[in-house]
């Protein structure tokens, strides 16, 4: 038997425990995101961390060529998530804010579009595998949904939630009518593919 892999932290614990503005954020966010505990809240935070560093880095060596590349990759994968432009400058990356990667949660997206009656409905529906990005169940609240995946989201066509006369259930779109006409046919003895919460550590680094 091989070695077992050493799990890497995905998030840093604050310096200082007790500094009060931040707890009131922090606070703030969890009512705002509905977050389930400081933890989530704090991978998001280490995402934006590793984004900066990064960029830090490449603007003290902007003369390497490596640089250059490091930049472009950067860029691309930021620019998958809707957190830069086209036209994006690598000082742009140190202006970007923690809720910028909230934003982009699947948790926030779903209340956003309409899907539930609140943030913390989002998350239940998410959970109990109510939610699917195209033909995949996603089963994780936190999971970072790209530009090309937004307007995919929709209810588990299997679901009595996708049913419009459901209690819970706001009006559909006529874009998520036609999405869920489309994807039907294909879930036609098809199993599910399901993204659970183990993968609630997807991050824009990948």
Do not use: C
């Amino acid at each position: 038997m091989g070695q077992t892999k050493k799990l890497r932290k995905k998030y840093e614990t604050p310096a200082h425990p007790w500094l009060k503005d931040r707890i009131l954020q922090e606070k703030e966010y969890v009512k705002e995101y509905g977050f389930k505990n400081k933890k989530e809240i704090w991978k998001e935070v280490y995402k934006l961390k590793k984004s900066r560093d990064q960029a830090k880095k490449i603007i003290a060596n902007s003369s390497a060529d490596q640089s250059q590349k490091e930049k472009e990759q950067l860029i691309n994968r930021l620019l998958k998530y809707g957190l830069t432009k086209h036209d994006s400058k690598i000082e742009d990356v140190l202006a970007l804010k923690a809720s910028d990667f909230f934003e982009r949660r699947l948790q926030t997206l779903v209340f956003k579009k309409g899907l539930s009656k609140s943030v913390n409905q989002a998350r239940q529906f998410i959970v109990h595998g109510h939610v699917f990005i195209g033909d995949r169940k996603i089963t994780a609240p936190s999971y970072m949904v790209s530009l090309e995946e937004e307007s995919k989201i929709m209810f588990n066509p299997r679901s009595n939630l996708s049913k419009e006369d459901h209690p819970e259930r706001v009006i559909l779109t006529k874009q998520d009518k036609k999405i869920l006409e489309e994807i039907k046919p294909k879930q036609h003895g098809k199993k599910e593919e399901v993204v659970e919460e183990k993968i609630e550590e997807v991050s824009v680094e990948e």
